[in-house]
Structures are given as C-alpha cells and as structure tokens.
C-alpha cells in the first residue's frame, strides 16, 4: 500500500533514474503518459502534498477579498439551518437519532 501511495502521489520521481523509468511505463499504461513531469512539477506535487492547508491558505489570500468568507460563512450557516429543518420534518428518524444528527450539524 505505502509504494502505491508513493507512485499516486509522484512521491516516487524524487527517486533514482530506474525508479522514474518505472513510474513513466506505468503511466505509459495507466494514463497513456509519453512523459515525466518535469521537476519543477514535481516540486510542486511534493509541497502542495506536505502543505496542503498553507498552500490553500496562500491561495485563498491571494485570490478572495475579505467579504467573501463571510459570504461563504453565510451559506454554510443558511445550510445548517435548513439542514436542521429537515431532520426535524423528516419522520424515519427516532428522536435519539434526530437529536444525535442536530448535535452533529451545530
């Protein structure tokens, strides 16, 4: 499992040359690749792997105003509170787990 990991996460092109090779004709079968990404790619897929909550922190800075996470905070309340409206009309659920479920969504 941890060598599958490894090639699904490109982890493996960090590797020597024969490992690489290896990848490539899998992905020549697998994804009908013709290349390697070149490394700087490859650095890419490592960092955004090793840091994906700063990575999209970063981004999410860079590309969203102020006012959109409260918009976005918005909606996901208006969810919940429809979501909890739902759980309390819906009949196939016993109060237990009605009440388990609205825990859960507060």
């Given at each position: 499992?941890?060598?599958?990991?490894?090639?699904?996460?490109?982890?493996?092109?960090?590797l020597p040359k024969k490992f690489k090779e290896?990848?490539?004709?899998?992905?020549?079968?697998?994804?009908?690749?013709?290349?390697?990404?070149?490394?700087?790619?490859?650095?890419?897929?490592?960092?955004?792997?090793?840091?994906?909550?700063?990575?999209?922190?970063?981004?999410?800075?860079?590309?969203?105003?102020?006012?959109?996470?409260?918009?976005?905070?918005?909606?996901?309340?208006?969810?919940?509170?429809?979501?909890?409206?739902?759980?309390?009309?819906?009949?196939?659920?016993?109060?237990?787990?009605?009440?388990?479920?609205?825990?859960?969504?507060?």
């Amino acid at each position: 499992m941890l060598i599958w990991s490894a090639i699904r996460k490109e982890l493996i092109l960090t590797l020597p040359k024969k490992f690489k090779e290896a990848k490539l004709e899998f992905d020549k079968v697998y994804k009908g690749a013709k290349a390697n990404p070149p490394r700087e790619i490859i650095c890419s897929y490592i960092v955004i792997d090793s840091m994906d909550f700063a990575v999209g922190r970063m981004y999410v800075l860079k590309h969203f105003a102020n006012n959109s996470k409260k918009a976005a905070s918005e909606i996901i309340e208006n969810l919940r509170k429809e979501f909890i409206l739902i759980l309390k009309e819906i009949d196939w659920l016993d109060d237990e787990s009605r009440a388990l479920a609205i825990e859960k969504v507060v």
